[in-house]
Structures are given as C-alpha cells and as structure tokens.
C-alpha cells in the first residue's frame, strides 16, 4: 500500500526532509544520541512534554532542554528515559 505524503507521521515526514537535504548535499538537522533517547522515549509513551515531565518527576523545562539538546539526561534519569522508552507502561504503573 502506497503512503501519501499528506497520510504520514510527522516523523517520516522528518526522515524524508533529512533524505532529501542529503540529495542535495545540504546538512540536515543533527541530533545527539540523548536527545533521540528523550524524543523517543517521551513519543513512545504517547504523552506531551508536560504529562512525561510530571510522570518523571522533573521539570518541563528539562524535557525540553533534553529534547532540544541544550542539555543531557544524567544519571537516573537517563535510566528512567530508557525504562520509558522500552516499556511505558512500567512508568505509568509507578503513578
């Protein structure tokens, strides 16, 4: 089955920007491999900045601040991104 472009997620829609930058030897956006772990675990629970930084227990400042690269998961939350990621119900339960 064919996708439109109109039909798909705004993140292959990302994927396909970056491989159309690529073509056209541009340099894309770059992203760390803690902002991906952040971005990926904050989506795959399916919950906003503001209700993952409530359920982490942080600020919504730093879920931003890690999803924008301005800084890095540390620590427990690092651990706690990565539990969210594989497993997002497992948090949920410990609300």
């Not at 690529?22 to 803690?34: F, L, Q, S």
């Not at 209700?51 to 690269?69: H, P, T």
């Not at 800084?71 to 991104?81: C, E, K, N, Q, V």
Request: aromatic letters at 4%; glycine letters at 6%.
């Amino acid at each position: 089955m064919m996708t439109t472009k109109e039909n798909i997620s705004p993140e292959a829609k990302d994927i396909l920007e970056g491989i159309r930058q690529m073509k056209a030897g541009e340099i894309g956006r770059i992203y760390t491999p803690e902002q991906i772990l952040a971005i990926a675990a904050r989506q795959s629970s399916k919950l906003t900045q503001v209700e993952f930084a409530q359920l982490l227990d942080v600020s919504v400042d730093a879920i931003r601040d890690w999803e924008q690269g301005r800084r890095s998961p540390r620590g427990a939350a690092r651990t706690l991104l990565r539990v969210a990621m594989q497993n997002p119900k497992v948090l949920r339960q410990l609300d």
